[in-house]
């Protein structure tokens, strides 16, 4: 499975942006992943192939996490962005033979580069 994230960019506080992610391969699981500066990565949300959804606290109501199977694309819709929204953004995949278990604390197999998501107040 490859992902390759795409949309990152620049944004003023309150702002919206959403990015996409290219998927070749199968997986029945994908997650939406951020890492700030000198931190590790945190989970933002999560898909499974039935369009179940599962979203960490510090982004819910804010970020949507959707998918279209037929373009093998995954989305994060980003809304009333904030400067602590800065961070590098990861797509992510699990591995189709882990089968359906899909969850915010779940291992993810493959991953994009990341694409940078700048808020400035």
């Known amino acids: 499975v490859q992902v390759v994230e795409s949309g990152g960019g620049s944004v003023q506080a309150g702002g919206s942006l959403r990015l996409s992610c290219g998927v070749s391969g199968l997986s029945k699981c994908m997650g939406w992943f951020r890492r700030f500066p000198g931190q590790d990565r945190e989970v933002i949300a999560v898909?499974?192939?039935?369009?179940?959804?599962a979203y960490a606290d510090s982004t819910k109501g804010r970020f949507t996490i959707s998918s279209d199977n037929a373009k093998s694309t995954l989305y994060l819709e980003m809304e009333n962005l904030e400067p602590e929204d800065t961070a590098i953004y990861y797509c992510?995949?699990?591995?189709?033979?882990?089968?359906?278990?899909?969850?915010?604390?779940?291992?993810?197999?493959?991953w994009g580069q990341g694409t940078q998501v700048t808020v400035s107040s």
């Open positions: 992510a995949a699990r591995a189709e033979e882990r089968g359906f278990f899909c969850g915010l604390r779940y291992v993810f197999d493959f």
């Open positions: 898909i499974d192939s039935m369009g179940g959804t």
